[in-house]
């Protein structure tokens, strides 16, 4: 366990008599004690930046386990929902099974299909806030804009503007919490004259609502999540699709098929599920769900533990990676019928997992359809009427639709300027890196969902964020019941868990050559968007505190007594109060709970 230790003047070697200096100013005033009982909660303002799911959840986290505090979140959108309310380009869909696609607190027995299309998602997202009243808690059209950390005061000022009346304003808050996401600033690709083409130029993550595709000539420029999704569900009904393709991709069989082929927990189960040939539950099935809740919670434990197994997929060499590639590999043959082209420009030679792993019904299939031209020819430029490739051959297009990503770089929107500096500079100049993937060295009271190193391509967002969100409540009531100020992570304890999770990274498919977003959208270099081990491993990573990995600075200590948060001289015992604990002094709780049968299970 280390302290901050905040700089102080020198007395440059002014003599002290009988506790005064020479100025008869008091240089150690005496200890006080504190006149509040051990477990008592000081106040604290939470300021949170993003209403999707992470910052949705985040709300009922504190709800549950905080008192004495006051939480605002700003979202910068017109509703909640994060990125499933932002992306609306057609067949978007989750690709985790849309039951194990829910906060476990919230379970929904209705969903149409065993994959959630999106506009099922925001409408979930968007009940929750309804029904659980948090829209008091939440700000939308509202968009932090920078955060900077004041040791002295021990608290972050914010810039925040409205997004409706342009009118921008301060706040400030004891804590930060960043729930912006990964997958959330989307960017064009970095295409010469890419701004100069005259027809629609569409991002998938910012579809416009009147963009009509019918019968026109119809480019899509890369074969990620999105992109794979949009092709098939468009294909029918443009005049001529192009689809530019630049890396390789694994395509899975449909999960329902390949969670049955690979003999895993979900095997079983799956037999007593009903659905038809579009996966969609049939309405015998979604009354079964909501009628039977011992065998819907059965299904969803049982699909999870399905979920959990896919790790050893990625571990290079190893058996289960070997027959998942073998029977991969048969399948993308079949669905592109042999076709020797396109087999070569589709079918990877990287390791399965080196990308993120994609379900995509349809999309191999409707790479064969008549209307549809795999080109591999690197771009050189958009023209104003399309796209010239390196041959100097010119592709004329009514539209391009730019499937190419986010920026993942970690690199903030705004400044937040901690004791280091603007994070923004270090995230550009370095490797990114993190704390367990919710904190940083040198950032005093800041807490993030998904940073560096985060477990974003394990499963659902949903139960990461619960896990997450258990993290950062645990350290907020600490700091509010043991008089902490401020607490960062140490710049030795991030580096040492950088250290890991390079030497680890090299025994998976995701540090092989290849272009993905995990490495930053670069071929090689080091992993920073996922997790050094299983979905399991990092949950259990989070299930305790520590401490000695942090830094502290007690209240009092170096500041501006009250105002930092507290009277107590920097003595980092001054929250164990006045003797008597807030345990015996609650009418409403046991205290003498250390006589119960379980009072000797050690906390998980």
């Known amino acids: 366990m280390t302290r901050h230790r905040v700089p102080h003047v020198s007395n440059h070697g002014v003599k002290r008599t009988n506790g005064t200096n020479i100025h008869g100013a008091a240089a150690n005033p005496p200890y006080v004690i504190r006149e509040e009982p051990l477990g008592t909660a000081k106040h604290v303002r939470i300021v949170g930046i993003g209403a ?93 804009v920078g955060a900077w950390w004041d040791e002295k005061r021990g608290l972050w000022d914010l810039s925040v503007l409205n997004l409706e009346t342009g009118e921008e304003f301060r706040d400030q808050a004891n804590f930060l919490i960043d729930a912006s996401g990964i997958l959330n600033n989307w960017k064009w690709p970095d295409i010469p004259g890419i701004k100069s083409f005259q ?42 699709l192009y689809h530019f393709v630049r890396t390789p991709t694994w395509v899975i069989p449909p999960r329902i098929v390949s969670m049955v082929s690979m003999g895993g927990p979900a095997k079983s189960i799956l037999g007593e599920i009903e659905l038809d040939e579009k996966e969609n539950f049939t309405p015998q099935q979604i009354e079964r769900f909501k009628n039977d809740p011992a065998f819907y919670h059965k299904f969803v434990k049982t699909i999870e533990r399905d979920i959990n197994g896919a790790f050893s997929l990625i571990l290079n060499g190893g058996p289960a990676q070997k027959f998942a590639m073998g029977r991969v590999i048969q399948f993308m043959t079949a669905s592109l019928g042999g076709d020797e082209k396109l087999c070569k420009a589709l079918i990877p030679d990287f390791p399965l997992g080196c990308r993120r792993i994609t379900p995509a019904p349809g ?35 009514d539209a391009i639709i730019c499937a190419t990503g986010f920026d993942n770089s970690f690199a903030p929107r705004f400044p937040i300027v901690g004791r280091h500096g603007n994070v923004q500079d270090a995230m550009k100049a370095d490797t990114p890196k993190g704390y367990m993937s919710c904190a940083l060295a040198g950032v005093p009271n800041y807490f993030t969902f998904m940073g560096p190193n985060a477990p974003i ?61 995990f490495k930053g959208g670069r071929e090689d270099g080091p992993v920073t968007a996922l997790h050094p081990g299983s979905r399991i491993h990092f949950f259990h990573m989070l299930e305790r505190f520590r401490g000695e990995d942090w830094e502290y600075v007690y209240d009092g200590e170096g500041g501006d007594g009250d105002e930092g948060g507290g009277g107590g ?10 003797g008597f604990s807030t345990k015996e002094l609650d009418p409403q709780g046991d205290s003498t709970w250390y006589l119960e049968a379980e009072a000797d299970r050690l906390w998980a």
């Open 199 to 240: 027809g629609d130029l569409v991002h998938t993550a910012s579809w416009p609502k009147n963009f009509d595709y019918t019968n026109k000539t119809v480019a899509i420029i890369g074969n990620g999540s999105s992109g794979v999704q949009l092709l098939p569900t468009i294909q029918p009904d443009v005049k001529k």
């Open 52 to 144: 999707g799911a992470s910052g949705i959840n985040m709300i009922r986290t504190l709800r549950r386990n905080m008192t004495n505090y006051e939480h605002v979140i700003y979202e910068k959108n017109a509703k909640v929902g994060g990125t499933w309310f932002e992306n609306r380009y057609p067949g978007c869909r989750c690709d985790v099974p849309s039951h194990n696609y829910q906060f476990s607190w919230r379970p929904n027995p209705e969903w149409s299909n065993f994959f959630s299309p999106a506009p099922e998602i925001e409408q979930y997202l968007n009940r929750i806030c309804e029904e659980e009243h948090m829209m008091d808690t939440i700000k939308t059209r509202h968009k932090v």
């Open 569 to 578: 001289g920097g003595n980092r015992f001054w929250y164990l109060g006045n």
């Open 457 to 517: 391509g394990h499963g659902s967002v949903f139960t990461l964020s619960e896990h997450i969100a258990r993290y950062i409540a645990r350290v907020l009531v600490k700091c509010q019941t043991e008089g902490i100020r401020a607490i960062c992570p140490s710049d030795a304890a991030v580096a040492a868990y950088g250290r890991h999770v390079a030497a680890f990274m090299p025994r998976t498919a995701w540090a092989a050559p290849c272009k993905s977003w």
């Open 363 to 397: 999309y191999l299939e409707a790479l064969r359809k008549p209307n549809v031209e795999v080109i591999t020819e690197r771009i050189a430029s958009v023209v104003p009427e399309g796209i010239q490739l390196e041959s100097g051959e010119i592709v004329k297009l």
